[in-house]
T-cell receptor, first 114, second 112 residues
Framework: DAGITQSPRYKITETGRQVTLMCHQTWSHSYMFWYRQDLGHGLRLIYYSAAADITDKGEVPDGYVVSRSKTENFPLTLESATRSQTSVYFC?????????????FGEGSRLTVL | AQRVTQPEKLLSVFKGAPVELKCNYSYSGSPELFWYVQYSRQRLQLLLRHISRESIKGFTADLNKGETSFHLKKPFAQEEDSAMYYCALSPHRGSTLGRLYFGRGTQLTVWP
């Protein structure tokens, strides 16, 4: 069972280009999250969503845009990619948010910005 | 603001030795605390949460509110425990309710 899937798994792009990372979950979880993982910084929350059409900024939202038109999808868009956005991006979902529910993570999307 | 600190980036022990991964937090209220683990080539997954007071794979973690710590312990480490471990905090109330904040992680290596 896939549960939560991310695509693409690997992406190389150039500075200034727009990139969209997709996240899809099949559990109908209300909460969805985007994190980036960097050496020395661990996991940092970019954006999260408590339900369809409800999104909120996390710790490092600058340069990113999200949308949640459907419960199962939570795409992350880098409007104009920069080298500092080279990272591994993780999507996660939860039935009850972080307080009451466990977060389930995707396999990650490794993005390289040249 | 909330913060999670894991002071050790790397930790190495021999098989059978006790292991303790340190986690300290700062938060004005009473948070929920978690340990997540990422084994090589696997997804990040929940190891344990303080509210459950459970032992998973021989690991335990006690919340010490006085010291604002949530250290992860195991009396006898195994090679299969080698992984990246993240301590995480979830605010219990307020505008950030529902989010999960992670520390920088500790890479544990257990030598045979």
């Amino acid at each position: 069972d896939a549960g939560i899937t991310q695509s693409p798994r690997y992406k190389i792009t150039e500075t200034g280009r727009q990139v969209t990372l997709m996240c899809h979950q099949t559990w109908s979880h209300s909460y969805m999250f985007w994190y980036r993982q960097d050496l020395g910084h661990g996991l940092r929350l970019i954006y999260y969503s408590a339900a369809a059409d409800i999104t909120d900024k996390g710790e490092v939202p600058d340069g990113y845009v999200v949308s949640r038109s459907k419960t199962e999808n939570f795409p992350l868009t880098l409007e104009s990619a920069t080298r500092s956005q080279t990272s591994v991006y993780f999507c996660a979902s939860s039935s009850g948010g972080a307080v009451t529910g466990e977060l389930f993570f995707g396999e990650g999307s490794r993005l390289t910005v040249l | 603001a909330q913060r999670v600190t894991q002071p050790e980036k790397l930790l190495s022990v021999f098989k059978g030795a006790p292991v303790e991964l340190k986690c300290n937090y700062s938060y004005s209220g009473s948070p929920e605390l978690f340990w997540y683990v990422q084994y090589s080539r696997q997804r990040l997954q929940l190891l344990l949460r303080h509210i459950s007071r459970e032992s998973i794979k021989g690991f335990t973690a006690d919340l010490n509110k006085g010291e604002t710590s949530f250290h992860l312990k195991k009396p006898f480490a195994q090679e299969e425990d080698s992984a990246m471990y993240y301590c995480a905090l979830s605010p219990h109330r307020g505008s950030t309710l529902g989010r999960l904040y992670f520390g920088r992680g500790t890479q544990l290596t257990v030598w045979p």
